[in-house]
């Protein structure tokens, strides 16, 4: 379906350029039939989407290396874990809590 969407608009934009120069000679009317043709690839591509389908998106920075815990991946699916701070940047909880120095609990 996308395809036939692309070169739908691709006819189309041959046909307006076509329709502009009707009264013109040969030359004129394969000029605009080609302006119109590439400018029906054009707005065809962007609204079937073709080219989007053949670009990959990365998953991680171009310099964060996963599985370190510092891609956002990576920071989603520790998040619990390090309460919503990259890893290894603040001190961790005591076992027993904040308060297990205080004179009354030793």
Not at 38 to 63: H, N
Request: charged fraction near 20%; proline fraction near 5%; charge should be neutral.
């Amino acid at each position: 379906m996308r395809k036939a969407m692309f070169f739908i608009f691709v006819v189309v934009g041959a046909a307006v350029g076509l329709a502009s120069a009707l009264t013109d000679d040969w030359g004129v009317k394969a000029v605009m039939m080609t302006i119109g043709a590439v400018t029906g690839a054009a707005i065809g591509g962007a609204i079937s989407g073709i080219t989007a389908c053949g670009r990959k998106k990365r998953q991680f920075d171009s310099e964060a290396l996963p599985g370190l815990g510092t891609t956002p991946t990576d920071m989603m699916d520790n998040y619990w874990r390090d309460k919503g701070r990259s890893p290894l940047t603040s001190a961790l909880e005591p076992e027993h809590g904040r308060h297990q120095f205080d004179p009354d609990k030793l």
